[in-house]
């Protein structure tokens, strides 16, 4: 394109045209430390260039620090009370229902891919699993032959009037994985990197699965294994001449007892000790249909009351409460975390470093749970990193967030 704009605008954000290729990679789950010890391991020497000639930053993520929200975050560039996903699931005022938040009518904010594409850019999404995807891929005209989104978990059933292109395996060169494993992220990496070569895109968006994070701690053998395939591709990245920055959804922290059995705070219980049983309402965000990689356990909840309740005093017992890291009410909430506050409850709580919540222990399926578990959604699990293969001019905002990607890239790199 030699026509376009110099700059496009999207949520208020103006992102400069792409002189390269540029990609955007959200590595699910990936807390500092998988990275470095790689590193350390020699399992990632593509990683450790780029940390050492491009920009090795660090980043904070949206609260709660869970995969939708922040995913939703880096590809509008703004926080869930300007897009709306603020969970995974939600309690919708309107019905009264708990609803899954994966449906694209929920997103409030245009993306930067439809921006970019509305200008006339070629620009590709690639998800692990398909319940993000069509959050992200809002918008886009397939029918321009400029856009492509697919997901790994779908791949067999791509097609071009729903996803810009046919043969996806055939297109990708692999077998369609698991959901359940390290090769769904690999897939992503891989449909990359045959994008870039192909397709060209001016704008790209990786985002993978946190399988392997929520099972292999930094420095264990599953996960110095998932982070040199990640090196790979992200190797083959850069020396495609793309400009490639990655940050990650969330961190991640173990969540387990001694014992390996995992450390929950049931907040139903909890809740139904201070008012009538059952008037309380808790709404675990991190609720989502493939359980198998936290039975539902994050350190996030909100929760909804009975008009007659004390507010006030229930937060503050609940402040008190052994594994409570915070508890805060609605206003509170959404004005220290950007968040909508009609998907909020009258309550919210984050648990501490090693503590998830729940509802009652029989609402949550733990068979899943192979491993001790290891989860996120709080506080602890807010930093994140940001790699850049470029170098970045002048000092970036403090604090940098992981939402800052797309400017980071576009606005910020040393042309
Ligand atoms: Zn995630
Ligand atoms: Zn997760």
Redesign the pocket.
């Known amino acids: 394109m030699s026509n376009h704009p110099a700059a496009v605008t999207v949520n208020g954000r103006s992102y400069r045209w792409p002189s390269a290729p540029t990609v955007v990679i959200c590595l ?2 990936s807390e500092p430390g998988y990275i470095e010890t790689a590193i350390d391991k020699g399992l990632a020497p593509n990683l450790a260039r780029l940390m050492r000639d491009g920009a090795n930053l660090s980043a904070l993520c949206v609260i709660p620090s869970f ?1 939708n929200p922040n995913n939703l975050s880096i590809i509008t560039g703004r926080p869930p009370a300007v897009h709306g996903i603020a969970g995974n699931y939600f309690l919708d005022p309107a019905s009264g229902e708990e609803v899954m938040m994966n449906d694209a009518r929920f997103l409030r904010a245009d993306t930067i891919m439809k921006g970019f594409a509305d200008a006339g850019a070629r620009v590709a999404v690639v998800t692990a699993k398909d319940k993000l995807r069509a959050l992200l891929a809002k918008g886009l005209d397939f029918a321009t032959g400029r856009a492509i989104a697919f997901s790994a978990e779908k791949a067999d059933q791509a097609s071009r009037a729903a996803n810009g292109l046919d043969e996806a395996l055939a297109f990708v060169g692999q077998p369609l994985p698991a959901v359940y494993s390290a090769a769904l992220s690999e897939f992503v990496f891989a449909a990359g990197v045959k994008l870039i070569a192909s397709f060209r895109p001016d704008v790209m968006y990786l985002s993978t699965t ?1 399988y392997v994070q ?1 099972k292999a701690a930094p420095g264990s053998p599953a996960a110095d294994a998932f982070y040199a395939m990640v090196d790979r591709y992200v190797g083959a990245l850069d020396a495609a001449g793309a400009t490639v920055v990655l940050t990650a959804d969330h961190g991640m922290n173990d969540k387990h007892l001694p014992d390996g059995s995992p450390d929950v705070l049931y907040l139903q219980d909890a809740l139904d000790e201070l008012i009538e049983p059952g008037a309380a309402r808790v709404i675990l965000p991190i609720t989502d249909p493939y359980v198998a ?2 039975g539902a356990l994050g350190s996030f909840a909100t929760i909804y009351l009975p008009a007659e309740a004390d507010r006030a005093e229930i937060v503050a017992a609940l402040a008190a409460t052994p594994g409570v890291e915070a508890a805060m009410d609605r206003e509170e909430a959404c004005a220290r975390f950007e968040l909508p506050p009609d998907r909020v409850g009258d309550v919210v709580v984050l648990s501490g470093r090693h503590k998830v919540l729940g509802t009652t222990a029989a609402r949550h399926d733990l068979s899943g749970l192979t491993e001790p578990l290891r ?2 959604g709080g506080l602890w699990e807010q930093r994140v990193p940001m790699i850049v293969n470029r170098r970045v001019a002048g000092p970036v905002p403090e604090p940098l967030r992981n939402f800052d990607a797309f400017d980071v890239a576009l606005n910020r790199i040393v042309q």
Request: aromatic share 0%.
């Open positions: 699910d789950g995969t946190d929520h990689h936290h989860s996120h």
